[in-house]
């Protein structure tokens, strides 16, 4: 009695399933894939090469966010998707040591990266980029206010600051940890005016808080239609506002703003997943990205700096100013604290 | 007629496998640390004795029922199903208390739950009130350009997040055309209107995305409602207001309601419209779960918080439909031809301009875009629109806008297509006959749209990572993922129709000699072809607009046109918002001409009713 057609359709329904299901079990010795963050780029034949070079396929599979990408590796672990793990920064590596998601491996073109960017001495993750979190201003709107861009962060509680900056939620967003460890560097956990005074002030100052880097910046800064002339953003965006000002520009109309240990140096790494089905194949590839052609391929894609001293960058990165002295926070002392400051900061400017 | 109830059983096994599996999978290892197992001998009792003592219960409850029936029932689906569950979301085994009475004594994730409650409140009301003059525009009134119109004004419901927010902040944003405007014609040097970033943004933007739920839902079920109650009314003397209110109004609830649960469901989840308009201090339950998740790595709390959002979901579930259940009354539905008005007067032709001025307005954040993604070197052209079909820095991620278009086709189709069966199997098991179990089957089935979706996205990857069931290299994962939201459209547009469907017509044709697919191709079908189609269409918007899911869960050869507009809006820089508006445009106008499309099929294939 029951309705042949949906019966059909039900039957259907299942072989499609079942067929897609045992399709995709073939041996996948020469297939390398690297597990990553959704903003992770990389030029089409640079991939290529590297594929010719060493007769395999290679297959980037992004996972969402930095933390969700690592959420899926350390539930993955013992039975990864992939290969290797491509995104881990100084605020996740903590975590990912403590997992124990990672294999080591020491490769050749390690001993060219200047020290103060090895983000692992462990060498479970090598470094491949690095960037600058830091204060971005809207030029145009800061003349327009009679302002000048603050020499101290002190100055952004300020009655004249008022309503003027956006930042992101440090949990939710790297660009926004990363500038909560600056504030934390910057003034300090103990003292007279800790980063948490600093915090509450801005918060009496009426700071912005969104939970992503696009929301802040594509919502609120001014430069795109908001009224929040300063926002946290990189040390490259004003590069590449350059790079895709629309019509062309002599100059970006944004900058930075580079108070000392109120930057935050973020490197990124790779690493081999324990369980990998290709490791000989992910040697080979971290060898890889090191090398030049590698690294001098993602700056104008991802807007990072190569760790490869070199690797040339393009000469819009002129506008990419890079800090005196960015916060002192090594990964071990931020592994320890994240979630301690994200909590504590969160009881203060949200709460 | 019993043995066909049994079909239920589909859609069960779907539900368990696609949602109740991976849910378990993911519970399972987030309370690893807090979890007592009880071991696979009680496990395995349990299994047995539960459908066992249902079987008893059901069969005391109705002696007179042969077996076969009394196992359809949902006196014993019901409670096997929650046993399932168990089984499978909590492994039996005792959780801990601890991370529960850690987040309820915890007033930050208190004043979330109460915030995302009567937030979706407020927004579902207001959400209902815009949604039903427009659903009257539709329902009862023809005019040049209604496909397109109605067509358009659905658009919303599939936009990303930002790019709305985008179109918000382009019209009321402090540089908004509105501020502007003000601030020329009285001289002021501020902005005088504040709305980015307060709650009443928030609402607008729910009731944005979500009124044209109740449009579609509502004005089907009202096109096909015979006029003659509210004719006699009208003959005794009733006002046009009185009408309405004491007539109409009540004939029309169990679509309001039905299209309320959806608006209320989806503004309860609500991740991205809340964020990025309204700033973090606005957050739900959802983003709550999300930051234990990848940000804190909290995964027992991040469960718990899952489980506690679920059980408020599954309550407000239940309420919803038993109260549409009470609702329903058997309605006379006839062919919208004899429903739709002849004559008009000058007052309604002027009510009529002004519903669809409204609406019109109600779109202008989508025209502020069309207009940015055109603007481009200071003037007007098709730069950005060109550009998007070539990879000017050679990237390994781009893919040429045919591919993403058809990526994201061809996966809604088959969202499509899958939701549509088993919408339609479990939409006939609950509306008749009618028993008080099926508010709780009711409720199950709709759960999907409930859990948090980054917790759920986790489940798929940890549940379909080994043979046979390895989907993770799969585009059927991304599919099935949509199917779980897009399905209770499907049970949502049919049951009102369903329940006020006359059953004479099928006994009719059944004793006239009808076998059942006959019944229902020429019965059934073109009675609840509307319905069905108002169902296919959001089964559609669903998939179109998903993104969250597919940046979890996609490998860049399966990008989708959402994803490609979020890739664009990671980086700073004018020429790549002026792409990513490009492609919403694009986006804007492939699911407008779907929506067409689907409509189209009803007057092409079965002929219109």
């Known amino acids: 009695m029951i309705s042949k057609l949906t019966a059909v359709v039900m039957v259907l329904l299942m072989v499609t399933v079942l067929a897609a299901c045992s399709s995709d079990s073939e041996d996948e010795n020469r297939e390398l894939v690297i597990m990553t963050h959704d903003s992770f780029n990389i030029g089409e034949d640079v991939i290529k090469a590297f594929e010719d070079a060493n007769n395999a396929t290679v297959v980037i ?16 672990k013992g039975n990864p998707s992939a290969d290797l793990f491509y995104g881990i920064d100084n605020t996740y590596l903590g975590r990912a040591l403590d997992e ?14 200047p020290i103060q960017f090895i983000l692992d001495s462990t060498n479970h993750v090598t470094s491949i980029d690095y960037g600058y979190v830091n204060l971005n201003y809207d030029k145009a709107a800061l003349a327009e206010a009679g302002l000048e861009p603050p020499q101290l962060l002190e100055q952004l509680t300020g009655s004249n600051w008022k309503g003027k900056l956006v930042v992101e939620n440090p949990a939710t967003s790297s660009p926004g940890l990363a500038f909560l460890i600056a504030t934390v560097a910057y003034f300090g956990e103990e003292g007279l005016y800790t980063y948490l005074d600093f915090w509450k002030d801005m918060k009496a100052n009426d700071v912005l808080v969104k939970d992503g880097w696009s929301d802040a910046y594509y919502g609120d800064f001014t430069m795109y239609g908001g009224d929040r002339p300063l926002v946290v953003s990189y040390a490259t965006s004003p590069a590449a506002e350059f790079l895709f000002a629309d019509p062309a520009v002599s100059e970006p109309p944004t900058g930075n703003i580079l108070i000392d240990k109120a930057t935050f140096l973020q490197i990124e790494g790779i690493g081999i997943l324990k369980g990998a089905d290709s490791p000989n194949l992910a040697r080979k590839f971290i060898d890889f990205a090191l090398e030049r052609r590698f690294q001098e391929d993602f700056p104008d894609k991802m807007f990072v700096y190569p760790v490869n001293p070199d690797a040339e ?8 100013e890079v800090p005196a002295q960015p916060a002192g926070l090594t990964a071990e002392e931020i592994g320890e604290k994240r979630e301690e400051w994200i909590e504590a900061w969160t009881e203060v400017v949200l709460r | 007629m019993t043995a066909r109830r049994l079909i239920i059983v589909g859609p069960l096994a779907y539900l368990a496998i696609f949602f109740l599996y991976p849910l378990g999978a993911i519970f399972e290892r987030s309370f690893e640390g807090s979890r007592t197992d009880l071991g696979p001998v009680t496990e395995v009792l349990v299994a047995a004795a539960v459908p066992l003592i249902a079987y008893l219960f059901a069969h005391r409850k109705s002696p007179e029922k042969t077996p076969i029936q009394t196992l359809s029932t949902a006196w014993f689906l019901a409670p096997v199903v929650a046993t399932a569950i168990v089984l499978l979301v909590l492994r039996i085994g005792v959780i801990s208390v601890d991370p529960f009475n850690k987040l309820l004594g915890d007033s930050y994730y208190l004043g979330r739950i109460w915030f995302t409650i009567w937030q979706a409140t407020v927004s579902t009301m207001l959400t209902v009130a815009i949604g039903l003059p427009v659903a009257y525009l539709f329902a009862k009134h023809d005019f040049p350009g209604k496909s397109v119109l109605k067509a358009v004004s659905t658009v919303p419901f599939i936009m990303p997040t930002i790019v709305v927010a985008m179109g918000f902040i382009a019209l009321l944003g402090p540089q908004g055309l509105v501020n502007s405007a003000l601030m020329d014609v009285f001289g002021l040097d501020t902005p005088p209107t504040r709305i980015t970033n307060t709650l009443l943004i928030i609402f607008l933007a729910h009731a944005f995305y979500n009124y044209s739920i109740v449009v579609r839902i509502v004005s089907t079920f009202w096109a096909n409602l015979n006029p003659r109650l509210e004719e006699s009314a009208a003959m005794l003397g009733a006002g046009r207001f009185n009408t309405f209110r004491y007539v109409t109004l009540p004939l029309l609830l169990p679509a309001i309601v039905s299209s309320a649960v959806l608006a209320f469901a989806f503004a309860f989840t609500s991740f991205g419209v809340v964020l990025v308009l309204g700033g973090s201090q606005f957050a739900t339950l959802e983003v709550a779960t999300y930051e234990l998740t990848a940000k804190l790595f909290r995964l027992e709390l991040a469960g718990a918080l899952a489980i506690i959002q679920m059980v408020f979901t599954y309550a407000f579930l239940l309420i919803y439909t038993r109260f549409q259940a009470g609702a329903a009354v058997r309605v006379d539905l006839v062919p919208h031809e004899v429903t739709s008005k002849g004559r008009r007067s000058a007052s309604r032709t002027l009510f009529l301009i002004a519903i669809i001025m409204g609406v019109l307005a109600m779109l202008s954040p989508l025209w502020a875009l069309f207009e940015r993604a055109l603007s481009s070197g200071g003037g007007y052209s098709f730069t950005h629109f060109t550009s998007l079909f070539s990879n000017e820095s050679g990237s390994y991620f781009y893919r040429s806008p045919i591919t993403t278009i058809w990526n994201s086709v061809r996966f809604a189709t088959a969202t499509m297509v899958i939701s549509l069966v088993v919408g339609t199997i479990v939409a006939y098991f609950l509306a008749r006959p009618r028993h008080r179990g099926a508010g709780v089957l009711d409720a199950l089935f709709m759960l999907p749209l409930g859990v948090s979706a980054v917790i759920m996205g986790f489940g798929f990857l940890i549940a379909f990572n080994k043979d046979p069931l390895d989907l993770r290299a799969s585009w059927l994962i991304l599919v099935i993922a949509h199917t779980l939201i897009a399905y209770p459209f499907v049970i949502r547009s049919l049951l009102p129709a369903l329940r006020g469907m006359p059953v004479q017509l099928q006994e009719a044709a059944a004793v006239l000699g009808a076998s059942p697919v006959k019944t229902f191709f020429h019965i059934d079908l073109p009675i609840l072809s509307r319905a069905l189609l108002v169902g296919a269409t959001f089964a559609f918007a669903v998939s179109m ?10 490998r860049p050869e399966f990008t989708t046109m959402p994803i490609a507009i979020f890739r664009l809006l990671s980086q700073p820089g004018a020429a790549n918002i002026g792409q990513a508006l490009a492609m919403s445009s694009i986006l804007m106008v492939i699911v407008a001409m779907g929506f067409v499309g689907i409509e189209r099929f009803r007057y092409k294939d079965m002929g219109g009713f």
């Open chain 1, 61 to 76: 599979q992004p996972a969402g966010d930095t933390g969700e990408a690592l959420v899926r590796a350390i539930l993955e």
């Open chain 1, 100 to 113: 124990g998601i990672f294999d080591t491996y020491e490769p050749d073109g390690l001993d060219n990266v």
């Open chain 1, 313 to 320: 960058t393009p000469d819009f990165f002129q506008f990419a």
């Open chain 2, 545 to 554: 607009g998903e993104f969250g899911a597919s940046l979890l869960l996609v």
